[in-house]
């Protein structure tokens, strides 16, 4: 089925441990996104690639680094992880043309957690 | 600073009863798009309906309607005919000529037997 997938689903960390958590569109869309859900907080953007080859901050990025590897992929790397960054990790994408209002396209998720 | 504000954590409604999740946002913007996003207990985010700041009509998707009051910026979700399916995560979201997405903390609701 056509989506958004992420891997891996759940990861259990330790303090420090680096990982890097994968998302893979086949929709062709131009714009990527990481979020992280915590409770009572909604969801944050913490990086974003507007189109192939360019990336920008969200709300959240400290801790953490992505790759828009190519138009299909946009890797997000924790370096050194802390307990803080326990969440669950949404990737998604969109068309985002300007002046296109299509919704994202979620991934399933992964829930971190940082021991 | 663009917010999205959803002011009732937690919502119950019988089934097949309608029920109202409310949605407030602050913007200068003038063009921008509204968005309710669902998320059952699976996790997945799913795109309940639409709604483009330019259209003064009030998008609706089957059972879902949208209370779009652009004056007092608010953007309330009507559910009717309540289903047990219906429970999940609800989350508001805006978005402008940006690439990004502002979303509320979201509303939960449980429709009960």
């Known amino acids: 089925n056509a989506g958004v997938t992420q891997t891996p689903k759940f990861q259990v960390l330790k303090t420090g441990q680096s990982m890097t958590l994968q998302c893979a569109q086949d929709m062709n869309h131009n714009s990527m996104y990481w979020y992280r859900q915590d409770p009572g907080m909604g969801l944050r953007l913490i990086y974003y690639?507007?189109?192939?080859?360019?990336?920008d901050k969200g709300e959240v990025p400290n801790g953490y680094n992505v790759s828009r590897l190519n138009k299909r992929e946009f890797s997000l790397r924790l370096e050194s992880a802390a307990p803080s960054q326990t969440s669950v990790y949404f990737c998604?994408?969109?068309?985002?043309?300007?002046?296109?209002?299509?919704?994202?396209?979620f991934g399933s998720g992964t829930r971190l957690t940082v021991v | 600073a663009q917010t999205v504000t959803q002011s009732q954590p937690e919502m119950s409604v019988q089934e097949a009863e309608t029920v109202t999740l409310s949605c407030t946002y602050d913007t200068s913007e003038n063009n921008y798009y509204l968005f309710w996003y669902k998320q059952p207990p699976s996790r997945q985010m799913i795109l309940v309906i639409r709604q483009e700041a330019y259209k003064q009509q009030n998008a609706t998707e089957n059972r879902f309607s949208v209370n779009f009051q652009k004056a007092a910026k608010s953007f309330s979700l009507k559910i009717s005919d309540s289903q047990l399916g219906d429970t999940a995560m609800y989350f508001c979201?805006?978005?402008?000529?940006?690439?990004?997405?502002?979303f509320g903390t979201g509303t939960r609701l449980k429709v009960l037997a």
């Open positions: 690639s507007a189109s192939e080859g360019t990336t």
């Open positions: 979201a805006f978005r402008t000529g940006t690439y990004k997405y502002i």
């Open positions: 998604a994408s969109s068309e985002a043309r300007t002046g296109a209002h299509d919704g994202y396209t």
